[in-house]
């Protein structure tokens, strides 16, 4: 079982720099052909100063840190077991390239079902830019499977 | 882009579908590492294999970016208030995922006009992978 004592557990900040070439590599993996996400003139008509972050994208910012990496290590979580829940976001502005997204999360609840087959992790987190604006808030549930 | 208003936009159009192409494994490689997500369970046979898994299989994140297109193709980024998913089934190699959408509710959220959108990702034998919903605020 996760020790429910990790609940209210701050992670590291992770902190991620957002570049053009990440953010085209994203765009093809995931099949986007609007060029708002690909061609910085096509973006700028749009209104962006820069190509912005699709509406997923800020999930890699804890991946990319290691910050998940090491949540499941002190949860105990062992990766064959991990299954992605459930995701949210809420968006307050927009993250573009040039901006540095600090994600900051905290451990919001630990809980379990079938007499604890299943084990559930629920973390929120705060996605801020360089200015100290609020860009987006996450919200990610992980089940561990036994 | 021609953006929906609110006036014009009722509850339970249909937003413009999007088919995506089948899953495969070059697929997985390209979005594990565009994404941030190298967990091996999606990339090595061998790994899946040790952890009782058939084969690799889609990261939940891939399903919830196809559903993020299907919104950003109907209005701008900008836009988008909320958007909410839950995975509820494997996307395994070989699925074609259709992305649906539909208008559900019209409120007032925050100050502003908006839509609630009620997404599903489905593969091609009509399994439901991802649900959701987003909140999206229409001029």
């Known amino acids: ?30 099949g986007e052909t609007d060029p708002v996400y690909t061609d910085v003139t096509a973006a700028r008509e749009a209104g ?3 190509l912005p972050a699709p509406p ?22 062992p990766l064959p077991k991990l299954l992605h829940g459930e995701q949210g976001f809420s968006y307050h502005r927009p993250a573009c390239v040039g901006d540095t997204v600090t994600v900051r999360s905290v451990i919001q ?17 705060s996605a801020t830019n360089q200015r100290g604006e609020l860009v987006a808030e996450l919200r990610t549930v992980l089940v561990c499977r036994h | 882009m021609t953006v929906p208003t609110f006036d014009t936009v009722a509850v339970g159009d249909e937003l413009p579908p999007l088919e995506c192409p089948p899953v495969n494994r070059t697929l997985l490689a390209l979005f594990g590492g565009a994404s941030g997500d190298h967990n091996a369970i999606h990339l090595d046979l061998d790994f899946a294999r040790k952890a009782g898994m058939p084969d690799v299989f889609a990261q939940g994140m ?3 970016a196809w559903a993020g297109r299907l919104l950003t193709r109907w209005i701008p980024q900008a ?10 089934g494997i996307t395994h190699l ?11 509710e019209k409120l007032e959220y925050e100050g502003e006009r908006c839509v609630r959108i009620e ?12 649900v959701g919903d987003a909140l999206i605020a229409l001029p």
């Open chain 2, 62 to 64: 891939l399903g919830m």
């Open chain 1, 48 to 50: 962006y100063p820069d």
């Open chain 1, 109 to 125: 609840d630990i809980y379990d079902k079938r007499d604890g087959a299943l084990e559930f992790v629920v973390k929120t987190s």
């Open chain 1, 56 to 77: 997923t994208f800020l999930f890699a910012v804890e991946l990319d840190s290691g910050a998940i990496d090491l949540l499941l290590e002190r949860l105990e979580i």
């Open chain 2, 94 to 104: 070989g699925n074609g995922i259709r992305c649906t959408g539909r208008v559900v």
């Open chain 2, 79 to 88: 836009r988008l208030r909320r958007f909410d998913v839950r995975f509820q």
């Open chain 1, 1 to 30: 079982m996760i020790d429910k004592k990790w609940i209210g557990h701050e992670l590291p900040p992770a902190v991620l720099p957002i570049e053009r070439t990440r953010l085209q590599f994203f765009a093809k993996a995931i």
């Open chain 2, 119 to 130: 997404l599903q990702n489905t593969n091609q034998y009509g399994q439901s992978k991802i």
